[in-house]
């Protein structure tokens, strides 16, 4: 992977441009598995998981911004990358994010 080269200088556009940009997913290439993490008495963490056939690499752990999810377009296209690459990919969901709020008693807080 080469260096970094932004297509918008300004952060701002950058951040509205990345929402909407569309993008070449293709999720049977590296198909992604749901696993569930107890962090705590009754809390549970939602993880989807891509790996790459064959050896791995390495690992990585992606986790998404404030109203996000790991199925954020710009996640699973960073996933997908990144398994292209041989590494294996989780992508964590914060507490009571992207439709596991069932899974713990508190709600997620970004403070």
Do not use: K
Not at 29 to 52: C, D, I, K
Not at 72 to 100: D, K, T
């Amino acid at each position: 992977m080469g260096p970094f080269a932004p297509i918008f200088r300004n952060p701002h556009i950058l951040t509205v441009a990345g929402n909407y940009w569309r993008r070449a997913i293709d999720e049977t290439r590296f198909p992604t598995r749901s696993v569930l993490y107890a962090t705590e008495e009754g809390t549970r963490v939602l993880v989807e998981e891509n790996r790459p056939a064959g050896r791995v690499r390495g690992e990585v752990l992606l986790m998404h911004g404030l109203e996000g999810s790991s199925r954020s377009g710009y996640m699973v296209s960073m996933a997908q990358r990144l398994a292209g690459l041989g590494l294996a990919v989780h992508r964590m969901n914060m507490r009571s994010c992207g439709g596991s709020e069932h899974l713990t008693p508190t709600l997620y807080h970004s403070g």
